[in-house]
């Protein structure tokens, strides 16, 4: 069990309601007195709870503000006139959701005529990419004619030549074939640059390339076209960048649109964070990862739990204070932009000590005293106060200990030594034989020690 806690000031706070201060007056009148003052066989009522002994921490506290996780302020890109805007303000919406439509009637004209215009180009494209491979098929084939008929009249015209020396071939026969291997080499050389430009390979300087890479601009040309009015289109549509809830909504179908025109503000709540602004002692205990309890006025009866997200390591401008960005989870989006909040950060903890309700404790000239049961009688005990809260304060001294009743908010016509009997409690602690239960009082940062100090 842990106890958060804030320093007050304590003082004796009468609370017995006056009808019950009337019933004992009615029956002092109408019995008589007895032992200690009171009327024979009454105690006198009073509200007790037990001294327990658990866990409490000290925390100091400061406000802030609670601000969206992410804001998106939307404007329109494209111009046109509005013709559809889908949601409300406080209306939660989905990411990717359409939330504002622009008349795109042009830009869809524009469209049709530019993937008429890339249809062509793809046409083109693919004709001349048959052709050329039609061209350089039926010129390697030519230059495979080529290169064999070049082979056999060389072969022709080497053999011609040893028969011419050995006297079998005449001159003339030889003087033939050397004019077929010439005109051969001439055909074969024909046939290469042939095929060469008629080579589709993309790091050759054919003209076969030449013509694909023009058509192939060409299409890359009327591909850009559509895709840019594509992008143009869809920036007609404005649509949520997160899941969140619409805070503004500045347009109406029928409003002219153009570019910088503000549209709609969506504001991601879930998770949110909580600024607060962090100075003096408080920055030894503040880092990222500080565990934080959150709290907000307009939300009473409620605590979140978080951690410091970010810290700022130089200062707010004109101030001594530095950011602290506490993300809290926020699934029922109960916590709201600009909600006033308040962080608690542990200082001091301390483990099993003595708690007693802060509402048995009071301050005197000397010290601190409470009133606690003894044998059926008030007794007033001294005693030394720690770490306090509004439900619960660290206390020692003699005669306290566990299960020792406590008498709460006691009336100023008590005295030591009255017979006294325990009620129900109303507030202030627990009722008799309960434990104490985690409390999130705090005290605000920079705010001093009560009179006698804590331990």
Not at 420 to 428: A, K
């Amino acid at each position: 069990m842990t106890i958060s806690v804030r320093a007050t000031k304590i003082s004796l706070k009468p609370i017995l309601p006056a009808a019950l201060l009337a019933a004992t007056i009615v029956a002092s009148g109408c019995a008589h007195r007895g032992a200690g003052g009171m009327p024979g066989g009454f105690a006198f009522p009073v509200s007790a709870a037990p001294i327990k002994r658990g866990d409490i921490a000290q925390t100091f506290r400061v406000t802030g503000t609670v601000a969206p996780l992410q804001t998106a302020a939307l404007s329109s890109v494209a111009s046109g006139t509005i013709l559809l805007v889908n949601g409300q303000i406080g209306q939660h919406v989905s990411q990717g959701q359409l939330l504002v439509k622009i008349d795109d009637s042009i830009l869809q004209a524009e469209l049709r005529q530019n993937q008429a215009l890339l249809e062509a180009a793809q046409a083109h494209y693919a004709s001349v990419q048959a052709n050329a491979t039609g061209t350089m098929s039926s010129a390697n084939a030519g230059l495979a004619s080529a290169q064999s008929a070049a082979s056999t009249a060389d072969s022709t015209y080497q053999r011609d030549r040893a028969l011419f020396k050995q006297g079998f071939v005449s001159q003339q026969a030889l003087d033939e074939a050397q004019s077929a291997a010439a005109a051969a080499d001439a055909a074969l050389r024909s046939a290469q640059v042939a095929a060469a430009n008629a080579n589709l390979s993309p790091q050759g300087p054919s003209s076969a390339v030449a013509d694909l890479r023009n058509a192939k601009a060409a299409v890359d040309t009327a591909s850009a076209a559509v895709e840019t009015v594509l992008s143009q289109i869809d920036q007609t549509n404005v649509r949520a960048p997160f899941d969140g809830v619409i805070v503004n909504r500045a347009v109406d179908p029928g409003s002219l649109a153009a570019p910088g025109t503000p549209l709609m503000e969506v504001d991601q709540l879930n998770p949110v964070y909580v600024n607060v602004g962090v100075s003096g002692d408080g920055l030894t205990y503040v880092h990222s990862g500080t565990p934080v309890a959150i709290t907000v006025g307009s939300i009473p009866g409620r605590t979140w739990n978080g951690t410091v997200s970010y810290f700022n390591l130089a200062a707010d401008p004109g101030t001594a204070s530095y950011t602290a960005r506490i993300r809290i989870s926020n699934p029922d989006l109960a916590l709201r932009g600009g909600m006033v909040a308040q962080a608690a950060f542990v200082q001091t903890r301390k483990s099993a000590v003595l708690l007693a309700p802060t509402a048995s404790v009071y301050q005197t000239d000397t010290g601190y005293s409470m009133f606690i049961i003894d044998k059926g009688m008030s007794k007033v005990v001294p005693v030394d106060v720690g770490i306090q809260n509004d439900d619960f304060t660290e206390v020692s001294g003699a005669g306290l200990a566990p299960n020792v009743m406590a008498i709460l908010n006691h009336a100023a016509t008590l005295q030591p030594g009255m017979p006294v009997q325990p009620i129900p409690s109303g507030g202030g602690g627990p009722p008799a034989g309960g434990a104490p239960g985690k409390a999130h009082g705090t005290k605000p940062q920079g705010s001093g020690q009560p009179k006698g100090g804590y331990h």
